[in-house]
């Protein structure tokens, strides 16, 4: 250690940087993206029944097995590469089977649009109630919650009675705030909104009797305002100021945003440039901090039942998730049974054909030789690993089988360690 400063001074800068670095640590927890769902259904809510997601799944699956049924028609349905194509199939179909709905928002907004307050009042109290009965017979997806109308829209009021009716039915139902419950919170135009909402939960918490913080809410970024302050600075940091802790995740809503930039109908989809420039804002400010981000939805569905129009509807939605996907966006939304076969598909026909590399390279490092071809940096390290877990996490492939192809410990594939 340099002599040109005293010992006391030293202590002193070192305090100074370990506190530096624990207070990081405390407003910017790191990735908590192990886990984070693939998608997100939004159903409305007069259409919302204990069976929903059973339902949209069943269907996902009959028109999979009706118009991919093998793996050539399946190649050239979803646009995958022909040598994983008989195996993202398999996976694909088991993960209808099994768990076609990851999670499920039932919506007060724009697909459920404005009704008289009794009628709302009574949907509000049957979809919270079907919600728990499908929890109750193992058929509801692991995270759930409500989208409310926004407070952009001058219906604060209508929010906060529907948010109030939801819960107090669900708790009443469940006889406890359920695990997974979240709130989306649309069209957000300034911080003030986040604050306010915020202490609504906060307060709906004391109500209910709930413990402090229980209610956790997604902030819907669907205008200008919310992707740029009017300084033009990034206005997500704002936004995670004003949540007070309580935001779980910023979802991007590309058919509102859009719009308010003046495009033109046939440019408002996920893959136009001017949601790049807005998710791309997002994914910086908030990286590290452990706030989740899901990319929009495509309005893309088959025209009919014709294998010509599905093919062409499945065609479109697997190259807007895999445009999000190769942006980093693991997540985003889905309106149509077809949609979940596309989504499955995309994601685990991208994420196959690099499981060889990536496990052969993750074997490598864990033994300390240099792969074939490459010089992995610690960085990349970290990232196959991520990429690994996340392989797992989707369903692409078993945890067994990269932990023998790979060599590694089972907490080494969960946890976050680096390479080096």
Do not use: C
């Amino acid at each position: 250690m340099s002599r040109s400063f005293p010992d006391d001074a030293w202590r002193d800068l070192l305090e100074r940087a370990r506190r530096a670095a624990a207070e990081h640590r405390r407003r910017f927890p790191g990735d908590l993206g192990a886990g984070q769902p693939l998608e997100t259904l939004y159903v409305s809510a007069d259409r919302v029944t204990p069976t929903t997601t059973v339902e949209f799944g069943a269907e996902a699956l009959r028109l999979l097995d009706a118009h991919a049924p093998d793996p050539g028609s399946f190649e050239v349905a979803f646009g995958v590469d022909a040598a994983v194509a008989e195996r993202t199939r398999a996976r694909v179909r088991a993960k209808l089977e099994r768990a076609p709905v990851e999670d499920l928002r039932v919506d007060f907004e724009d697909g459920y649009g404005t009704r008289p307050d009794d009628e709302e009042d009574r949907h509000a109290e049957e979809a919270a109630r079907a919600v728990q009965a499908s929890r109750a017979d193992g058929t509801a997806p692991p995270s759930f919650g409500l989208r409310v109308k926004s407070f952009a829209d001058g219906a604060e009021a209508r929010t906060l009675r529907t948010l109030d009716t939801f819960l107090a039915s669900l708790t009443e139902a469940a006889g406890e705030l359920p695990d997974g419950f979240v709130v989306t919170l649309p069209k957000v135009e300034t911080p003030e909104h986040v604050a306010i909402f915020a202490d609504a939960l906060e307060r709906l918490e004391i109500g209910l009797g709930l413990a402090e913080r229980a209610l956790r809410f997604e902030v819907q970024v669907e205008t200008p305002r919310s992707v740029l302050g009017p300084d033009g600075s990034v206005a997500a940091g704002r936004i995670l100021d004003a949540a007070g802790g309580r935001l779980a995740a910023l979802h991007f809503g590309v058919f509102d945003y859009t719009a308010s930039l003046g495009l033109m109908p046939w440019e408002q989809r996920l893959d136009h440039p001017a949601n790049d420039f807005a998710r791309h804002a997002l994914q910086v400010a908030l990286a590290g901090t452990g706030v989740r981000i899901s990319d929009g939805s495509s309005n893309v569905a088959p025209a009919s039942d014709r294998t010509d129009d599905v093919h062409a509807a499945w065609r479109v939605h697997a190259d807007h998730v895999r445009h999000s996907l190769s942006d980093g966006f693991v997540q985003g939304w889905d309106l149509h049974p077809a949609q979940l076969a596309s989504r499955y598909a995309a994601v685990y026909g991208w994420l196959l054909p690099h499981l060889d590399d990536a496990t052969s390279r993750v074997r490598a490092w864990r033994e300390g030789v240099a792969a074939a071809g490459v010089l992995d940096e610690p960085a990349t390290v970290t990232s196959l690993l991520r990429y690994l877990r996340f392989a797992v996490s989707s369903g692409a492939v078993d945890e067994a089988e990269v932990l023998e192809t790979t060599g590694l410990a089972r907490d080494e594939l969960l946890g976050e360690r680096r390479g080096g």
